[in-house]
């Protein structure tokens, strides 16, 4: 256990569910970010949380939306999503965005049916 | 924007000999760290060995070092003696020191497989 925490460690969901990711992490960090993997690309930055304050998002569609309600946890809201969704989902934290070094967590399996 | 290139998608290697993995990347940044972490099934991304762009010294830890060449942007993983628990996906990653939309931006990984 790395010291962040994520849940739920797998979901299936339709395409007409709502759903939540949960992250959580004790270690002091200030900067939290969501990153998708899919097969055979490279992990891709969703979003990014700084002292609470959303400071990225990199064309992500509306059918995902994160919140951050306090520098501990961090939620990736999931609505009427696609099957091209279905990947990985990893949380991470670090002290502050440019400190060098993430923490990850195990991630999410989310299959979209 | 940053990238970063692993052009081995898998390597193997004998249980207790040395492997290479390569990385090359690209920054227009002169300040940033570079990474590689660890993927075994269990899906954890564990942080194996870190350099700072500004150190010339190659970083080491245990069995696990690095050859940082910043004029050729390459950073390549020295794995010696390897182990069975070794065999996991290995990815290079790049971070600018003043962070930006790029976060930590990673390679597409190099599955390393440990023949006994």
């Known amino acids: 256990e790395t010291g962040v925490t994520q849940t739920p460690r797998h979901l299936v969901m339709g395409m007409t569910n709502k759903k939540s990711l949960k992250c959580e992490q004790h270690?002091?960090?200030?900067?939290m970010y969501w990153y998708k993997q899919s097969a055979k690309k490279p992990l891709e930055l969703m979003f990014v949380?700084?002292?609470?304050?959303?400071?990225e998002n990199n064309s992500v569609p509306s059918r995902f939306s994160p919140e951050c309600p306090n520098s501990s946890h961090l939620f990736l809201h999931l609505h009427t999503l696609q099957p091209e969704d279905s990947a990985l989902y990893l949380c991470?934290?670090?002290?502050?965005?440019?400190?060098?070094?993430?923490?990850f967590g195990s991630g999410t399996r989310l299959t979209v049916v | 924007a940053q990238t970063v290139t692993q052009s081995q998608p898998e390597m193997s290697v004998q249980e207790a000999e040395t492997v290479t993995l390569s990385c090359t990347y690209d920054?227009?940044?002169?300040?940033?760290?570079l990474f590689w972490y660890k993927q075994p099934p269990s899906r954890q991304m564990i942080l194996v060995i870190r350099?700072?762009?500004?150190?010339?010294q190659n970083a080491t830890e245990n069995r696990f070092s690095v050859n940082f060449q910043k004029a050729a942007k390459s950073f390549s993983l020295k794995i010696s003696d390897s182990q069975l628990g070794d065999a996991a996906m290995y990815f290079c990653?790049?971070?600018?020191?003043?962070?930006?939309?790029?976060?930590?931006?990673f390679g597409k990984g190099t599955h390393l497989i440990i023949q006994p």
């Open positions: 350099q700072e762009a500004y150190k010339q």
């Open positions: 990653a790049l971070e600018n020191s003043g962070g930006g939309a790029d976060g930590l931006t």
């Open positions: 991470a934290s670090s002290r502050r965005q440019g400190a060098g070094g993430y923490t």
């Open positions: 270690l002091g960090h200030n900067a």
């Open positions: 920054t227009s940044e002169s300040d940033y760290y």
């Open positions: 949380y700084n002292f609470k304050e959303q400071t």
